[in-house]
């Protein structure tokens, strides 16, 4: 019972202040008013924008939108500043800015803005701010409205126009909306890090636009006061629909970031509550999972939320005679979703194994209840660590070299081909309902704890049919280590519906943390 009336607490505590915001609605419009006098003093009669859905008089306009106002169902940017303040600040910058939410909905718009931009980014280097192209678009993006993208993809000429801090949604708009400019907040910076003001450049915004679209045939998009105006009703927009994921401009493959949930204030506040207990509870799975036999850990594991889903397509094949003559064991090939994949391969067959991995921790090496090898991606050094892991037992590689978190392969190394002729593809996924066990910026050495921080987790693993490598020519002699590293990536990919990539860990490290992923040993 004390459970289940949680949620409904929470909701009392911030009921008030959402009543007061109600009472204080006439200052929310200070900075509506501000940016709706950014270009333009000529009035004509407004349009709802439902009327250009299936309208095709804008193909040779420039459409100027207010992102909040016109794209966004979400009516508060209060998310994306706590995403900056607990991404790329810390758990305590994150809840300072809570606590101040009810100080934030008594206020009028600019006002909020200014304190949170202030609680966010002040003390964080320019230079290292990533949020902006690493952790935002993704929570953006599921906040994008299919309605206003359909008016959006109608432009010649896309200008969009944002409340919020530059660096916060310019990535955003440019990469995966493929706007033309973006126009935002500029933030003063000192010594190259951020002071927490923002510059006053509305006259400068003004200018800008006024360049951007001289000589321009332009409609505006729930802006006032301008030559052609399209509003966005509420009723309307709280009818919208989720923009779906193939309707994007660009396929959003990497995202990095801790939080796996929007960070409302409500969320944040169940999150604050829930973490002390998560790092207990933490802690005790890990050592029940180190510690325990099979038998014993995978219940217990289950009761505290930690669940197995194992499909096992292939029952435990005859080894090859190949294999018999040079005493090797199994070659379990698996996608990579977070450092614990092998940990799980060995709970789903309940025999302890080998893994070899590119990218290990210290921490996690130490506390590991398997064997763990690390590679140095020197292809020939690699090729006898992994044979002489063979012929001592089974054996676990993850060949895309890192993890990925969406529903996308990335290329798969086919150095495992030239190794076995008995190779069996594994699927895995995995659900957590708080915390991303896994991480390009952060501490790595984290990465299990976090997971395990997780009310409830599911790990899917998935066995399926045996595959040939090249190690030993047989009916196929022009059968390549390529097409067999392709093709169990497809079946993979198949099982899962997972999209296969040719992208590498270099390409998601260059995204995600602006280096090629190699980082020193002590640095994690």
């Known amino acids: 019972m004390v459970f289940k009336a949680l949620p409904y607490t929470l909701q009392l505590i911030l009921f008030i202040p959402r009543v007061l915001l109600k009472l204080h609605k006439n200052h929310t419009k200070a900075l509506k008013r501000t940016l709706s006098n950014t270009h333009g003093s000529h009035s004509r009669s407004q349009t709802p924008i439902s009327h250009l859905q299936t309208s095709d008089h804008l193909s040779q306009k420039a459409l100027i939108f207010d992102v909040e106002g016109t794209l966004l169902r979400s009516s508060s940017v209060f998310p994306y500043f706590m995403l900056v303040a607990f991404e790329s600040g810390s758990l305590i910058r994150a809840f300072v800015l809570l606590a101040l939410y009810p100080l934030l909905v008594l206020v009028n718009d600019e006002l909020s803005i200014k304190i949170m931009v202030m609680i966010s980014f002040f003390g964080i280097k320019k230079d290292g701010f990533r949020v902006g192209s690493s952790v935002l678009p993704k929570f953006l993006l599921e906040d994008v409205g299919l309605e206003g993208f359909d008016v959006l993809t109608r432009g010649k000429k896309k200008v969009g126009v944002s409340k919020l801090p530059l660096v916060m949604v310019e990535c955003f708009l440019k990469d995966y909306l493929e706007f033309d400019h973006v126009f935002g907040r500029e933030l003063t910076v000192f010594g190259g890090y951020f002071v927490g003001l923002m510059k006053d450049n509305k006259n400068t915004m003004k200018h800008r636009i006024n360049e951007v679209l001289k000589d321009e045939d ?3 998009v729930c802006f006032s006061n301008k030559p052609e105006v399209y509003v966005i009703r509420n009723e309307e927009k709280k009818a919208w629909q989720i923009l779906p994921r193939e309707r994007c401009q660009k396929d959003l493959i990497f995202h990095d970031g801790r939080l796996a949930f929007r960070p409302e204030p409500l969320n944040m506040l169940a999150m604050f509550v829930w973490f002390p207990f998560s790092i207990l509870l933490s802690i005790s799975r890990i050592a029940i999972a180190i510690t325990l036999p099979y038998g014993a850990s ?11 889903k194992l499909t096992n397509n292939n029952p435990t094949p005859n080894m090859k005679s190949h294999d018999l003559k040079q ?3 199994r070659l379990y090939v698996c996608n990579h979703r977070t450092l614990l994949d092998p940990l799980y391969l060995s709970f789903g067959l309940k025999k302890p194994f080998a893994a070899v991995t590119y990218s290990l921790s210290r921490m996690s090496e130490i506390l590991s209840p398997i064997k763990t090898v690390r ?7 690699d090729a006898q660590t992994m044979d002489k892991m063979l012929k001592l037992g089974d054996l676990v590689v993850c060949p895309e070299g890192t993890t990925c978190r969406e529903p996308y392969l990335l290329r798969f190394s086919p150095l495992f081909a030239e190794l076995s002729d008995h190779i069996v ?3 895995l996924d995995t659900y957590v309902s ?5 991480t390009a910026s952060g501490l790595k050495c984290l990465d299990p704890f976090m997971f395990m921080m997780n009310p409830c987790s599911v790990y899917q693993v998935r066995f399926l049919d045996e595959v040939h490598g090249v190690s030993l020519q047989t009916s196929d002699a022009s059968s390549t280590s390529f097409d067999v590293a392709n093709y169990v990536q497809s079946e993979i990919g198949k099982t899962l519906e997972f999209k296969c990539t040719s992208l590498t860990r270099k390409d998601k490290y260059l995204a995600l943390a602006g280096n090629d992923g190699f980082v020193s040993r002590s640095n994690k």
């Open 218 to 220: 332009y409609a505006n």
């Open 298 to 308: 995978i219940p217990i594991l289950s009761f505290t939320g930690v669940h197995l």
């Open 327 to 329: 005493h090797k064991g």
């Open 375 to 381: 590679l140095t991606r020197d292809r020939e050094q």
């Open 425 to 427: 593809p594994v699927a």
């Open 434 to 438: 708080m915390f991303h066990g896994t």
